[in-house]
């Protein structure tokens, strides 16, 4: 297991625990795009900006998700 991998479980146990928490989403869309499973990265930072709509950080990151 890589350690995107191993991240990526991390961020899943931690939205289970917690699936109000912007941070964990946009967490695991960066790990995501890492592993350049886009789609998915794209639904986190979705759910990340749902939770958390003045967190400008996570549109840059949906942006990157569109440049690269």
């Given at each position: ?62 942006e ?5």
């Amino acid at each position: 297991m890589n350690r995107f991998e191993e991240a990526l479980e991390y961020y899943d146990l931690a939205i289970q625990k917690n699936p109000g928490k912007a941070e964990y989403f946009n967490g695991k869309a960066i790990a995501l795009m890492s592993m350049n499973r886009f789609e998915e990265a794209l639904e986190n930072y979705d759910s990340a900006i749902q939770k958390n709509p003045e967190n400008a950080d996570y549109y840059y990151g949906k942006e990157q998700l569109s440049i690269d």
